[in-house]
């Protein structure tokens, strides 16, 4: 991408009240970004749509001297640029109309990643959705070791989700709603560092651009709409996440939430999606690959044999049949093992104890 053509280019983006979709509509009516710079006042308020007030705008020259000042900031801090018509931008993110016309990333990172999902919840996480949050990330990490998860770096669950995918050495993305000069909020720096080596940060606004409340609701378009799913963690009855599944919705991309209990208010939000056909509920990593259609096999390693040694029989029973069947229910391994369901419970929890299989909702057993 040239000088001059990244000037005119993140220019188009600065004209107030131009918008995304506009922009896209100005360019198409110019044939280009540089042509519309170089209308002049009168036949610009000629065009349909086109008042005085963004005539007046987009022959301002500030704009550009404002964008050619970031062009030579981003270029000599290694900091991509991505523009709408450019054959590099996300395919998922080309797919939404309002999509920023260009966008920025610091970091090293396929944005066309086959696996990328969003993971989003309230800033006020409760030590359940921390728990979950790292839970459902662990559990995706084990068959999928390309997914990228993608958040907002804020409290709560998105830092949460930030960390889970950095501890099990996945690529993250944290789309930002200021400027890449600034960490907001600047407890999160760290991470933030941590994140840039290990996929990126992400945002639609210029360098030196403070945090402000508008700024996070306008990123979340971006989170749901660089995914192929955004996971609803924990929300009350009204948060940014419920925003964000709400874009994602609108985009036709899948939306999954974790349910909570009735009276747990840091649940109401994902309750209220699930009890609106508005997200798919999920209890289980498992269940979020089934959705998307992620047959990855997961490769099973075989038992030790000194562990498999000290198995009783009817361990050694159980334990071949998940093996050979893969994720079973108790009643199911009663009926084919012969052994009596008062003894089989206790023999399954002692067997979870040992770490050769774990138990599922709906007493739903596997090896691990």
């Known amino acids: 991408m040239s000088e001059v053509s990244l000037k005119h280019k993140i220019a188009l983006g600065l004209i ?16 280009g970004v ?17 008042g005085s007030g963004l005539a007046a705008s987009i022959t301002d020259r500030s704009y550009l001297d404002i964008a050619e000042k970031e062009a030579e900031y981003i270029t000599r801090n290694n900091i991509k640029a991505f523009f709408y018509l450019d054959a590099n931008y996300p395919f998922r993110l080309r797919q939404c109309d309002d999509s920023p016309v260009i966008f920025f990333f610091k970091g090293d990172c ?23 949050c790292e839970k459902f990330i662990g559990r995706l990490a084990e068959g999928n070791p390309d997914l990228i998860i993608v958040s907002g770096l804020a409290y709560g669950i998105d830092i949460a989700a930030h960390k889970a995918a950095l501890s099990y050495n996945l690529r993250t993305i944290a789309v930002l709603g200021h400027g890449v000069k600034t960490i907001y909020p600047s407890v999160h720096t760290p991470v933030a560092r941590s994140i840039v080596n290990n996929g990126g940060l992400l945002t639609d606004f210029l360098s030196d ?8 609701l306008k990123r979340n378009r971006i989170i749901a709409g660089l995914s192929d799913a955004t996971l609803v963690v924990e929300s009350g009855i009204k948060g940014g996440a419920l925003i964000t599944a709400d874009i994602a919705n609108s985009y036709n991309r899948d939306v999954f939430a974790i349910p909570g209990r009735p009276d747990d208010q840091w649940s109401a939000g994902c309750n209220d999606l699930i ?17 998307l259609n992620w047959k990855s ?12 040694s000290e ?20 009643d199911t391994i009663c009926r084919t093992t012969g052994i009596p369901v ?8 002692q067997m979870e104890f040992k770490g050769i299989l774990k138990c599922y909702p709906g007493n739903l057993y596997q090896t691990v």
Do not use: C, M
């Open 16 to 31: 107030p009240r131009i918008g995304d979709i506009n922009a896209r509509k100005l360019v198409s009516h110019f044939g």
């Open 34 to 50: 540089e042509a519309i710079f170089q209308e002049s006042y009168r036949n610009l308020i000629k065009i349909p749509g086109i």
């Open 110 to 132: 396929d944005l066309d990643s086959a696996k990328l999902i969003s993971v989003v919840g309230t800033r006020n996480a409760t030590l359940r959705g921390k728990e979950l």
């Open 209 to 216: 651009a403070l945090p402000e409340r508008n700024n996070f």
């Open 275 to 291: 009890r609106n056909n508005k997200a798919a509920l999920v209890e289980r990593a498992e269940d979020i690959e089934y959705f």
């Open 297 to 308: 096999e997961k490769s099973k390693l075989p038992i030790q044999r000194t562990l498999f």
């Open 311 to 330: 198995l009783d029989e009817n361990e050694k029973i159980v334990y071949e049949l998940l093996v050979k069947n893969g994720e079973l229910n108790i």
């Open 342 to 349: 008062y003894k089989l419970s206790s023999l399954l929890l």
